[in-house]
């Protein structure tokens, strides 16, 4: 059987196809405007927060300013050391590092805040709480 090789985004290289897996992928984003992302960033690297794990989403999610926000589930296409990945579908995508765990338990306070340049509107503790622990579900 012959090697089968593809070219996936402008950022890869030609991949073997078994060196990446699809999985789902997480992130929030405030909850506003359909054209626009602002979602939670670390603050050192000022990358979007993407994670595999929806209860460290929700602990990340949980850890900064309360804003109307909401869960976004995506397909992931995965490298196999499991520390970054690409948003299938997205032929313009950059490689997301993924945050771990024991990234985060790890980090001081403040390594997760959301996007500048975007206030987003307010929304109560009840209703927060609620779309957090929907994500868990």
């Not at 985004?9 to 992130?27: N, Q």
């Not at 050391?81 to 997205?90: E, P, T, V």
């Amino acid at each position: 059987m012959s090697e089968i090789k593809i070219i996936l985004f402008s950022d890869l290289s030609e991949k073997e196809v078994s060196e990446l897996r699809i999985s789902a992928g997480y992130f929030v984003e405030i909850d506003y405007h359909p054209m626009e992302s602002f979602p939670i960033i670390n603050t050192i690297t000022g990358k979007p927060f993407v994670c595999v794990n929806r209860e460290l989403l929700v602990k990340v999610w949980r850890s900064i300013e309360i804003r109307k926000s909401k869960m976004v589930k995506f397909q992931f296409l995965i490298e196999k050391n499991d520390k970054g990945g690409y948003k299938a579908g997205d032929l313009n995508a950059e490689r997301l590092h993924i945050t771990t765990q024991e990234e985060f338990d790890q980090a001081k306070s403040g390594l997760f805040e959301w996007s500048p340049g975007f206030i987003g509107a307010g929304i109560s503790v009840e209703e927060f709480n609620h779309r957090t622990d929907e994500a868990l579900t």
